[in-house]
């Protein structure tokens, strides 16, 4: 079974500076997908970039980043040049290719960007 | 173009009673999913619908029921509530294909239910 930890359960950052929130997973497939939502203070879930695993190219939109480690399970996101509106607790999540494609979430990470 | 919806937004239950939780897309989607949303554990996928005509249970369907009424609506429906379901409920929905592609999934903006 796959499992999606997030160990940095709240952080802070200041505003314009530069942060990176930590997803690890366990896995045994080969083939599958990692995500980085975004829910702020309304709840809306937000998708803020997703990277496929066939793909060795870290992905980026715009501001964000991930550091992608297929050996290593990592799949970390960098948050460039914060701003107030990017507060709102982050979840990664991994789905396998294939089969029902569900998602396996991470636990979440709160982020609070300090004016 | 409404994307995923749901309704109620908000909703107070005595232990005991009974009620559903409606959840549309207007994607054309194929795939839809309810999870539940609790301080700490992140989301939690409850049961699923991967294509019209099919549901599966997800990783915590105990005390849960669902539909796949047709393309568009997936209700979720709490026979007899308990406290332990209070909680924020999400529906989501997705394109996948065989390939795998198109296969974020969007989500609705959430249900608050509390049990007493």
């Known amino acids: 079974a796959q499992t999606v930890t997030q160990s940095q359960p709240e952080m802070s950052v200041q505003e314009a500076e530069t942060v990176t929130l930590s997803c690890t997973y366990d896995t045994s497939e080969n083939n599958y997908y990692l995500f980085w939502y975004k829910q702020p203070p309304s709840r809306q879930m937000i998708l803020v970039i997703r990277?496929?695993?066939?793909?060795?190219q870290n992905a980026t939109e715009n501001r964000f980043s991930v550091n992608f480690q297929k050996a290593a399970k990592s799949f970390s996101l960098k948050i460039s040049d914060s701003q107030l509106g990017d507060t709102a607790m982050y979840f990664c999540a991994f789905m396998k290719q294939g089969g029902t494609y569900k998602y396996i979430f991470g636990t979440g990470t709160r982020l609070k960007v300090l004016a | 173009n409404a994307g995923v919806t749901q309704t109620p937004k908000f909703q107070v239950l005595k232990t005991g009673q009974s009620m559903t939780l409606q959840c549309a897309q207007d994607?054309?989607?194929?795939?839809m999913y309810w999870y539940r949303q609790d301080p700490g554990m992140g989301l939690r996928l409850i049961y699923y619908?991967?294509?019209?005509?099919?549901?599966d249970k997800g990783e915590v369907p105990n005390g849960y029921n669902v539909s796949r009424l047709n393309k568009r609506e997936f209700s979720l429906r709490l026979e007899s509530a308990a406290p332990s379901q209070t909680s924020v409920y999400f529906c989501?929905?997705?394109?996948?294909?065989?390939?795998?592609?198109?296969?974020?999934?969007?989500f609705g903006p959430g249900t608050r239910l509390t049990v007493l």
């Open positions: 994607m054309n989607h194929n795939s």
């Open positions: 989501a929905s997705s394109y996948t294909t065989t390939s795998g592609r198109k296969n974020e999934q969007f």
């Open positions: 990277q496929e695993a066939y793909k060795q």
């Open positions: 619908s991967a294509s019209e005509g099919t549901t």
